[in-house]
């Protein structure tokens, strides 16, 4: 088996040299990373992945929870190690319906009679500085109704924080990102989501020429602004919707959310001349820090004349 291993490798070495294949390899899960250099000061991130019984973070429930306990360098954002690994399951309460057991194979006796140890939950995060999910948006409403002990950490999303299309990267699904390194995974597990994760933060990026993880730690400290159009008018939908606003139904408005004070600048004259043509109109501007980012729970809000 060794030597036919070894026979495969020399075989995708060979195909690599030439310009017409590419190779992908299995993501093995690791635990080293980098080595760590005497005097470094090491900061504790935890990756996190859910496998829940819908979309509906209020009627639906986490029935996997994986996440990675890893050390890694504030200052050059390098990963160090991987310090502990949870993966458990937990019993919805009711039927996994067939059409959500298809995209993560995880079955009603799969769950049966189990329970996430809430305990444990609470112990793997101490000391946490950071969550990273990929999607955080969906996942930290789930986990925060599961477990209040997610509202205290800081949170980065890995698909929205790093600038995946100014790195000349076509798409930020994790399973792309991972192809473009070369590998590939089983994905849709939660642990085995992580792991990908994980090798993801490890990564260079093109342009910037530094770890993934870098990029996310440096939007931790940033505001982030979520805009409210209110009273735009109903013909400005499709030009909404094309710079990337959102329908709120509930408040009945589009919705943007913006990373820095430049962009929220940018944003509210970009209104003013193209939705509301120059008219006198009102915003709302909702501030959420790294505590209520990603979070569906409010942050603090102000209305803005512009």
């Given at each position: 088996?060794?030597?036919?291993?070894?026979?495969?490798?020399?075989?995708?070495q060979a195909?690599?040299?030439?310009?017409?294949?590419?190779?992908?390899?299995?993501?093995?899960?690791?635990?080293?990373?980098?080595?760590?250099?005497?005097?470094?000061?090491?900061?504790?991130?935890?990756?996190?992945?859910?496998?829940?019984?819908?979309?509906?973070?209020?009627?639906?429930?986490?029935?996997?929870?994986?996440?990675?306990?890893?050390?890694?360098?504030?200052?050059?954002?390098v990963?160090?190690?991987?310090?502990?690994?949870?993966?458990?399951?937990?019993?919805?309460?009711?039927?996994?319906?067939?059409?959500?057991?298809?995209?993560?194979?995880?079955?009603?006796?799969?769950?049966?009679?189990?329970?996430i140890?809430?305990?444990?939950?609470?112990?793997?995060?101490?000391?946490?500085?950071?969550?990273?999910?990929?999607?955080?948006?969906?996942?930290?409403?789930?986990?925060?109704?599961?477990?209040?002990?997610?509202?205290?950490?800081?949170?980065a999303?890995s698909?929205?924080?790093?600038?995946?299309?100014?790195?000349?990267?076509?798409?930020?699904?994790?399973?792309?990102?991972?192809?473009t390194?070369?590998?590939?995974?089983?994905?849709?597990?939660?642990e085995?989501?992580?792991?990908?994760?994980?090798?993801?933060?490890?990564?260079?990026?093109p342009?910037?020429?530094?770890?993934?993880?870098?990029s996310?730690?440096?939007?931790?400290n940033?505001?982030?602004?979520?805009?409210?159009?209110?009273?735009?008018?109903?013909e400005?939908?499709?030009?909404?919707?094309q710079?990337?606003y959102?329908?709120?139904?509930?408040?009945?408005?589009?919705?943007?959310?913006?990373?820095?004070?430049?962009?929220?600048?940018?944003?509210?004259?970009?209104?003013?001349?193209?939705?509301?043509?120059?008219r006198?109109?009102?915003?709302?501007?909702?501030?959420?820090?790294?505590?209520?980012?990603?979070?569906?729970?409010?942050?603090?809000?102000?209305?803005?004349?512009?």
């Amino acid at each position: 088996m060794t030597q036919h291993l070894h026979d495969h490798e020399r075989w995708a070495q060979a195909l690599e040299q030439h310009p017409d294949y590419r190779i992908l390899r299995r993501l093995v899960p690791r635990v080293h990373y980098e080595d760590v250099a005497p005097g470094t000061t090491l900061m504790k991130g935890v990756v996190l992945d859910t496998e829940t019984t819908g979309l509906s973070s209020q009627q639906d429930r986490v029935i996997e929870l994986g996440m990675l306990l890893f050390e890694f360098d504030p200052v050059s954002g390098v990963v160090h190690r991987v310090v502990e690994v949870f993966d458990e399951l937990e019993d919805p309460g009711f039927p996994i319906p067939p059409e959500v057991t298809a995209i993560h194979h995880i079955t009603d006796d799969m769950v049966q009679g189990k329970r996430i140890d809430d305990a444990r939950v609470e112990h793997f995060l101490r000391d946490v500085q950071v969550v990273v999910a990929h999607n955080a948006a969906f996942d930290r409403p789930f986990v925060e109704n599961r477990w209040p002990v997610f509202e205290q950490l800081a949170w980065a999303c890995s698909v929205k924080d790093v600038p995946w299309k100014e790195e000349g990267f076509g798409s930020a699904k994790l399973e792309y990102l991972l192809q473009t390194q070369g590998l590939f995974y089983e994905a849709h597990r939660a642990e085995t989501d992580c792991h990908a994760l994980l090798e993801l933060l490890s990564r260079r990026l093109p342009q910037r020429q530094q770890p993934v993880l870098l990029s996310l730690l440096e939007t931790l400290n940033q505001a982030q602004f979520k805009l409210y159009a209110l009273g735009s008018p109903f013909e400005s939908k499709d030009l909404l919707k094309q710079r990337g606003y959102r329908w709120s139904p509930e408040l009945r408005c589009w919705t943007r959310l913006l990373s820095t004070q430049e962009q929220l600048q940018e944003e509210t004259h970009w209104l003013r001349r193209r939705v509301y043509g120059e008219r006198k109109a009102v915003v709302e501007i909702e501030s959420l820090g790294g505590t209520i980012r990603y979070s569906q729970r409010g942050g603090q809000r102000e209305t803005r004349a512009i």
